[in-house]
């Protein structure tokens, strides 16, 4: 109840709350990594759908939080053969729609590609709308003909979250020092969301445009040099992610640019990593504003489709 009250506070109101999404959720609770998976598009094809299931094979072996939603459709329930996780005995539950189920197990048993799955409602219903178990096993090529999306939350017991709010301004540039201490992984997330949502909830909530650039910096007698790393663009829902692979010890520089004008005043910069690492607001050196990010940026533009 605490909880509930905590995330409609988040949202301006209960009302707002109703339904959604799980990764916003997530991410707000863990700090981590959280992203959706569109299953159709994930396997299409059997030789995708293969890969993809070794993909979510090695989320589960990592114990990272995964669960999965139905499409909305109708409200009405529709059955599918399952086995009961206790029992073992072979049975139908009616699947509701529009509802978000936990994934608590990805396994092969018999050569058999099989998920587990709990109804958070801890129980559910027969075709008879009598209720039964609240978990159940299906196979692979049925989880993903029933389900519409995965979401996996890439929690991990030793990684860190740190994040700071900052002023958001349209279409200006914010830069983030980024410090990587101790490399054991190389593996970072840089994160941009919203903070506040009381424009969402009178305005209706938009797309989030965020163009990252992360560059490497060593200090010459010169003065500073700049490794290009990467440039992104993403443009989805107010929760935005960038994975970063390979990242060595040292100085990075990451400047985020906005392009919308009707977001949040505030917005959340934050870093999702299990090596460790600290980074701080700072301003930008005239030289990498002024002539290195601006070949940066006019470079990516003209190459992109």
């Excluded at 109101?13 to 959706?36: C, E, M, V, W």
């Excluded at 965020?210 to 490497?216: C, K, L």
């Excluded at 400047?255 to 460790?276: H, K, P, R």
């Amino acid at each position: 109840m605490i909880l509930e009250k905590c995330w409609a506070k988040l949202w301006n109101s209960y009302q707002r709350i109703d339904g959604g999404f799980p990764h916003s959720a997530l991410h707000a609770l863990s700090g981590a990594l959280t992203k959706n998976y569109i299953l159709s598009a994930e396997t299409d094809t059997p030789r995708t759908k293969d890969a993809f299931f070794a993909q979510i094979l090695n989320y589960r072996q990592a114990d990272y939080v995964m669960c999965a939603g139905t499409g909305k459709g109708t409200e009405t329930m529709h059955s599918v053969d399952v086995t009961l996780a206790t029992t073992q005995q072979r049975a139908k539950v009616a699947l509701a729609k529009g509802h978000i189920y936990c994934v608590s197990d990805v396994f092969v048993k018999g050569g058999e590609r099989r998920v587990k799955v709990f109804n958070p409602w801890g129980f559910n219903y027969d075709p008879q709308s009598r209720k039964t178990e609240g978990e159940f096993e299906v196979t692979w090529d049925r989880f993903v003909a029933e389900f519409a999306y995965l979401t996996v939350c890439k929690l991990h017991d030793n990684a860190n979250y740190l994040s700071q709010s900052f002023a958001f301004e349209p279409r200006k540039l914010k830069f983030f020092e980024l410090s990587v201490r101790k490399a054991k992984t190389g593996y970072f997330a840089v994160t941009v969301s919203e903070t506040d949502r009381k424009e969402e909830a009178e305005k209706g909530r938009g797309y989030l445009s965020v163009t990252y650039v992360v560059v490497r910096v060593t200090a010459s007698a010169k003065g500073e040099h700049y490794e290009l790393v990467t440039i992104r663009s993403e443009c989805d829902f107010s929760d935005h992610y960038l994975e970063l692979h390979g990242l060595t010890e040292g100085e990075y520089l990451v400047a985020v640019y906005i392009a919308d004008a009707a977001v949040s005043e505030e917005l959340t910069f934050g870093v999702y990593s299990e090596d460790s690492f600290g980074f701080r607001e700072r301003e930008a050196k005239p030289k990498f504003e002024a002539s290195f990010l601006p070949n940066v940026l006019l470079n990516y533009h003209r190459s992109a489709p």
